[in-house]
C-alpha cells in the first residue's frame, strides 16, 4: 500500500502540467519535474544543489517569500501569489505560485515544494486591457475637457444674444419686430438646451454627475414646473394642469434641480408633441419614493419605441429627421439622472392617443419645512428696479467683466433697473476702485486676465477681515457652473452665483439674495435657486 501511495505521488509529480520543485530548509533545489524544465529551460543537474534564489528575476523576492511565505508552522501552506521569475534564456516569466512545507513522518519540516503556473499572456492580456481602459478614460477626460471649454466658449457669445434680446424685449416694439425677437429669443433657448444635454452626457459618462439632496417644497417645485411651461401651453390651446396629491403635499429630501430638470424635458416634449388637448402632471408618493406622471394627448409612440426613445440620439419613427425633434438627448439623459437618483423613467404610450412619462425619485419625506425657508417662486424681488426699501439711494454696484460683449449685456440689463453701476475690465482695477470708492456689491466675472474674480474675491474678504470692514456681497458671473465650479467660487467667499446667458430677473435675484445674505453674515454658496441656474 506505501509503494502504491509512493508511485501515485511520482506519477502526479512527473506528469504535473505546473511547474513542481522541491527545496530544502536552506531551499536548495532537490527535485523539479519535466514541466519545470520545459517553462524555465533548467535540467536537474543544472539546478541541484542550487538556492532558489537563481530562479527569481528580483533577488529581492527570493528573500521576501522566504521570510513571508515559508517560514511558518508545518501545517502552512501559502496563498496563491504572483511574482516574476527568470528562465535559463533571460525570459522573464510571470508564475502564479502556490507554496507549501514538506514534512516527514513525525510532522518535522524537512523541506518546501513550490507549484508555478506560467501566467504570462494572462498577465499580458490583462495589462492591455488596463491600457485600453486608461487610453479610453484619459479620451473621455479629453471629450469632457475639451466640451467644457467649448461650453464656456459658447456660452460667452449666447450671453450676448439672449442677453441683448432680454433687455431688447423691454423696449418699444411692434407685432412685427416683437415676433422676430421671440424667434431669436426661442433659438437662442433651444441652442442653449443642446449645449446644456451635451454638457450633462459628458458628465454622466464620465460619472462625473453628482446628485445633492437637499429639502424643498414640493408645492413649489411643481409651480416652478408649471409657471416655466404655462405661456407655451398658452401659446398652443393646450390645457396644461398640475395635480399633487394632498398626501405627498409638503417637504421632501432629495435632488430639486436634477428634478426639475427631467420634469422640463418631459412636459417640454409633451407640448411640443400635442397639437389639441392636454398636458396634465401629476405628483403622488409611495413610501420612500415620489412619482411624477407627465400625460399628454400627443401623437402617441408606438410599443416597438419605448427602448428607441431612450437611447442616445434615437427618437421614435422618423421624428429625428423633423425641425422639431431636437437632438435625441433629453430622454436618455433623464432616464439616467431618475436612476442615479434611485428611481427610473418609464413610458406607456399608444401611437394617435398621447403618452405616459413615470418619473420614480427616491426621497425622504419630511414634517415640515424648516428654517423658515419659503417658496422659491416668492423669492424674486423688484426692490432693485425701484430702489431698495432700506436705502433712500440706488443702489451702487461694481461689476468686474472683461469681456466686451457682457460688458454691453450687463449695461443694457442694469439700466432698466435702478441700480447704478461701473464696470471694469479686471479683478486688479476691481480692487483699486474698492479702495477708492464704497459699493453696495460687486457682479464678479470668473474669468479675467491680469487678475481672475476668484483671486480678486479672495484678497476682498482677507482686506475685510485684517480691517475688520462689513462683509461686501460679491456675485459671481460666469458660464462654468457645475455644482463643483459653484464649490470653488463659495470657497473663495462668493455670495451667490449666476450662469450665463443671463437675463435681468438673474441679476435681480442674485443681487436680492446675496446683499440679504451679507447683511445676515450668511454667505449662501449653494442654495436652490442657485442650483437652478446651474442647472441652466
Known amino acids: 500500500m506505501l509503494i502504491e501511495r509512493e508511485n501515485l505521488c511520482v506519477a502526479l509529480f512527473e506528469n504535473a502540467p505546473e511547474a513542481v520543485a522541491v527545496a530544502d530548509l536552506d531551499r536548495r533545489i532537490v527535485a523539479i519535474n519535466p514541466a519545470f524544465t520545459k517553462m524555465f529551460g533548467y535540467t536537474i543537474d543544472e539546478v541541484r544543489g542550487r538556492q532558489t534564489e537563481l530562479l527569481y528575476a528580483d533577488s529581492s523576492d527570493f528573500h521576501k517569500t522566504g521570510s513571508e511565505r515559508f517560514h511558518r508552522d508545518a501545517e502552512a501552506q501559502s496563498s496563491p501569489y504572483e511574482i516574476d521569475y527568470r528562465a535559463k534564456d533571460g525570459t522573464i516569466i510571470s508564475g502564479e505560485t502556490v507554496g507549501s512545507i514538506v514534512t516527514d513522518a513525525e510532522g518535522n519540516a524537512i523541506g518546501f515544494i513550490g507549484f508555478i503556473r506560467d501566467v504570462s499572456e494572462r498577465k499580458k492580456v490583462f495589462e492591455e486591457l488596463e491600457k485600453?481602459?486608461?487610453?479610453?478614460?484619459?479620451?473621455?477626460?479629453?471629450?469632457?475637457?475639451?466640451?467644457?471649454?467649448?461650453?464656456?466658449?459658447?456660452?460667452?457669445?449666447?450671453?450676448?444674444?439672449l442677453g441683448m434680446a432680454s433687455?431688447?424685449?423691454?423696449?418699444?416694439?411692434?407685432?412685427?419686430?416683437?415676433?422676430?425677437?421671440?424667434?431669436?429669443?426661442?433659438?437662442?433657448?433651444?441652442?442653449?438646451?443642446?449645449?446644456?444635454?451635451?454638457?450633462?452626457?459628458?458628465?454622466?459618462?464620465?460619472?462625473?454627475?453628482?446628485?445633492?439632496?437637499?429639502?424643498?417644497?414640493?408645492?413649489?417645485?411643481?409651480?416652478?414646473?408649471?409657471?416655466?411651461?404655462?405661456?407655451?401651453?398658452?401659446?398652443?390651446?393646450?390645457?396644461?394642469?398640475?395635480?399633487?396629491?394632498?398626501?405627498?403635499?409638503?417637504?421632501?429630501?432629495?435632488?430639486?434641480?436634477?428634478?426639475?430638470?427631467?420634469?422640463?424635458?418631459l412636459m417640454s416634449n409633451a407640448i411640443k408633441f400635442t397639437k389639441l388637448g392636454s398636458v396634465d402632471l401629476r405628483v403622488t408618493s409611495d413610501d420612500d419614493m415620489l412619482i411624477f406622471t407627465v400625460k399628454d394627448t400627443g401623437v402617441g409612440i408606438a410599443e416597438s419605441d419605448y427602448d428607441v426613445i431612450f437611447e442616445l440620439f434615437r427618437q421614435?419613427?422618423?421624428?429625428?429627421?423633423?425641425?422639431?425633434?431636437?437632438?435625441?438627448?433629453?430622454?436618455?439623459?433623464?432616464?439616467?439622472?431618475?436612476?442615479?437618483?434611485?428611481?427610473?423613467?418609464?413610458?406607456?404610450?399608444?401611437?394617435?392617443?398621447?403618452?405616459?412619462?413615470?418619473?420614480?425619485?427616491?426621497?425622504?419625506k419630511m414634517e415640515r419645512l424648516g428654517g423658515g425657508e419659503q417658496p422659491v417662486s416668492n423669492v424674486i424681488s423688484n426692490n432693485f428696479r425701484t430702489g431698495s426699501p432700506k436705502a433712500q439711494k440706488p443702489l451702487k454696484v461694481l461689476v468686474a467683466e472683461d469681456n466686451v460683449t457682457n460688458q454691453m449685456v450687463l449695461e443694457?440689463?442694469?439700466?432698466?433697473?435702478?441700480?447704478?453701476?461701473?464696470?471694469?475690465?479686471?479683478?486688479?482695477?476691481?480692487?483699486?476702485?474698492?479702495?477708492?470708492?464704497?459699493?453696495?456689491?460687486?457682479?464678479?466675472?470668473?474669468?479675467?486676465?491680469?487678475?481672475?474674480?476668484?483671486?480678486?474675491?479672495?484678497?476682498?474678504?482677507?482686506?475685510?477681515?485684517?480691517?475688520?470692514?462689513?462683509?461686501?456681497p460679491i456675485v459671481a458671473l460666469t458660464a462654468n457652473a457645475m455644482a463643483h465650479q459653484i464649490e470653488k467660487y463659495a470657497a473663495a467667499g462668493m455670495d451667490g452665483c449666476i450662469a450665463k446667458p443671463y437675463r435681468v430677473d438673474d441679476l435681480v435675484e442674485a443681487l436680492h439674495q446675496a446683499i440679504d445674505a451679507a447683511n445676515a453674515g450668511e454667505p449662501i454658496p449653494s442654495s436652490d435657486w442657485l442650483k437652478r441656474q446651474a442647472a441652466g
Open 132 to 161: 485600453a481602459r486608461s487610453e479610453a478614460e484619459n479620451a473621455n477626460h479629453s471629450k469632457s475637457l475639451f466640451l467644457t471649454n467649448m461650453g464656456h466658449e459658447i456660452r460667452t457669445p449666447m450671453n450676448g444674444v
Open 167 to 265: 433687455a431688447l424685449s423691454g423696449t418699444k416694439l411692434d407685432d412685427n419686430q416683437r415676433q422676430m425677437l421671440s424667434v431669436i429669443t426661442k433659438s437662442g433657448n433651444d441652442l442653449l438646451t443642446l449645449l446644456n444635454d451635451l454638457l450633462d452626457l459628458s458628465k454622466v459618462e464620465a460619472g462625473a454627475i453628482r446628485i445633492e439632496p437637499t429639502y424643498f417644497n414640493l408645492a413649489d417645485l411643481a409651480f416652478q414646473v408649471e409657471q416655466l411651461h404655462a405661456q407655451r401651453a398658452l401659446e398652443k390651446g393646450i390645457e396644461l394642469k398640475v395635480d399633487i396629491e394632498p398626501a405627498t403635499s409638503g417637504c421632501w429630501n432629495a435632488d430639486p434641480m436634477r428634478i426639475r430638470q427631467v420634469l422640463h424635458n
Open 316 to 364: 421614435a419613427g422618423d421624428r429625428q429627421f423633423t425641425p422639431a425633434s431636437g437632438a435625441g438627448l433629453g430622454l436618455s439623459i433623464s432616464r439616467r439622472l431618475a436612476r442615479l437618483m434611485g428611481g427610473d423613467l418609464t413610458v406607456k404610450s399608444e401611437v394617435g392617443q398621447g403618452s405616459e412619462f413615470t418619473l420614480t425619485v427616491k426621497a425622504e
Open 412 to 472: 443694457a440689463l442694469l439700466k432698466s433697473t435702478k441700480v447704478e453701476y461701473e464696470i471694469v475690465e479686471n479683478g486688479r482695477k476691481c480692487l483699486d476702485r474698492l479702495s477708492e470708492e464704497r459699493f453696495d456689491a460687486i457682479l464678479m466675472d470668473i474669468k479675467m486676465p491680469v487678475m481672475d474674480g476668484v483671486e480678486a474675491t479672495l484678497k476682498i474678504r482677507a482686506d475685510e477681515r485684517r480691517q475688520n470692514k462689513r462683509r461686501l
